[in-house]
T-cell receptor
Framework: QQQVKQSPQSLIVQKGGISIINCAYE??????FPWYQQFPGKGPALLIA?????SEKKEGRFTISFNKSAKQFSLHIMDSQPGDSATYFC?????????????FGRGTSLIVHP | NAGVTQTPKFQVLKTGQSMTLQCAQD?????MSWYRQDPGMGLRLIHY???????DQGEVPNGYNVSRSTTEDFPLRLLSAAPSQTSVYFC??????????????FGNGTRLTVT
């Protein structure tokens, strides 16, 4: 079963717009939620991460919003730029207890038109 | 600091051939793993290791073997390649249970085509 559901599968926005990618999870043991960014021909790389003790984390133009009761989290990219065009993966894992294997969403292909 | 290094970058195999995808990391990470990436399927875990001498199966282990004789290296072996194994393979490592320092560090992948 898909423990982390990511949507949309693809997203096209204009330069300067806001890109929003959503993820939902089922396992209440998850307590570490990273987002990875992947450019063509490269491996994914950590973009930003959040723990459930905060509802929002911002790093530059990238913000994670977290809703623990709804078991949902989302990535917002403000003032989207063509250089943000990439595939984005959300993930979730328990940060303790010995089982730290992350579960990934299926990815969102973002295209930002100039 | 090279991070996670994967070789080769590209490989073409015929059905039934075997090969080993190499992965090495220089960050002294205990946890290493192999993923395959297919369109629309995201990243699927093949095998993982929590330390030298310890390996376990992930979501899609069939047709693949791994071993972890050192902390640095985690090779992935395809025993008898099949067209269904055509994919992009990523190796990743991390230092688990280290608070916010738990993200995965990925290599740049091996693109494998099986004909």
């Amino acid at each position: 079963q898909q423990q982390v559901k990511q949507s949309p599968q693809s997203l096209i926005v204009q330069k300067g717009g806001i890109s929003i990618i959503n993820c939902a999870y089922e396992n209440t043991a998850f307590d570490y939620f990273p987002w990875y960014q992947q450019f063509p021909g490269k491996g994914p790389a950590l973009l930003i991460a959040i723990r459930p003790d905060v509802s929002e984390k911002k790093e530059g133009r990238f913000t994670i919003s977290f809703n623990k009761s709804a078991k949902q989290f989302s990535l917002h990219i403000m003032d989207s730029q063509p250089g943000d065009s990439a595939t984005y993966f959300c993930a979730a894992s328990p940060a303790s207890g010995g089982s730290y294997i992350p579960t990934f969403g299926r990815g969102t292909s973002l295209i930002v038109h100039p | 600091n090279a991070g996670v290094t994967q070789t080769p970058k590209f490989q073409v195999l015929k059905t039934g051939q075997s090969m080993t995808l190499q992965c090495a990391q220089d960050m002294n990470h205990e946890y290493m793993s192999w993923y395959r990436q297919d369109p629309g399927m995201g990243l699927r875990l093949i095998h993982y290791s929590v330390g030298a001498g310890i390996t376990d199966q992930g979501e899609v282990p069939n047709g693949y073997n791994v071993s972890r004789s050192t902390t640095e290296d985690f090779p992935l072996r395809l025993l008898s390649a099949a067209p269904s194994q055509t994919s992009v393979y990523f190796c990743a490592s991390s230092r688990p249970n280290r608070g916010d320092n738990s993200p995965l560090h990925f290599g740049n992948g091996t693109r494998l085509t099986v004909t």
